[in-house]
């Protein structure tokens, strides 16, 4: 196993994330901001934060695939989500919800930030996910 995931003792709890992850290997993958669009470029679930959410972690499991890693191999997520208010996590993890058994996403997560933006390149994407994984 190349990735080992762990909170210690004394850290912040409860969160649904690791607070530290060790990874060991040579070969990192770095997956770059990903979206709500389909392999075209159309829009997915426009104005809906959970389905938007659940797109984009499809489509950063596509670019880890792409690399020969997948969601065991990721040693941090980071979400942008635009016009972040608390009121809006439980729409946050019902997108993470919808995929998380189909993807193999850990639960806790790895360690992951979510930032708040004001906006992303385009008026309709409200989250963007990158992701940093390691192999071998």
């Known amino acids: 196993m190349t990735v080992r ?3 210690p003792e004394g850290m ?5 994330y690791h607070h530290v992850s060790i990874g060991t290997g040579t ?6 901001g990903q979206i709500a669009r389909d392999a075209e470029g159309n829009p997915i679930a426009t104005g809906d934060l959970a389905g938007q959410v659940a797109q984009a972690l499809r489509n950063t499991a596509l670019g880890l695939a792409g690399a020969g890693a ?6 941090r997520l980071r979400f942008y989500v635009t016009r972040w208010s608390p009121e809006k996590i439980d729409d946050f993890l019902a997108g993470v919800a919808l995929v998380a058994e189909e993807l193999g996403i850990p639960r806790p997560f790895p360690p992951a930030s979510l930032i ?4 992303l390149f385009e008026p309709d994407v409200l989250v963007e996910v990158e992701a940093s994984a390691v192999l071998d």
């Not at 912040?12 to 649904?16: E, I």
Request: hydrophobic share 45%.
């Open 12 to 16: 912040f709890q409860p969160v649904p």
């Open 116 to 119: 708040g933006v004001d906006h």
């Open 27 to 32: 070969r990192h993958v770095h997956v770059a």
């Open 5 to 7: 995931l762990l909170t």
């Open 70 to 75: 997948d969601f065991s191999d990721v040693v």
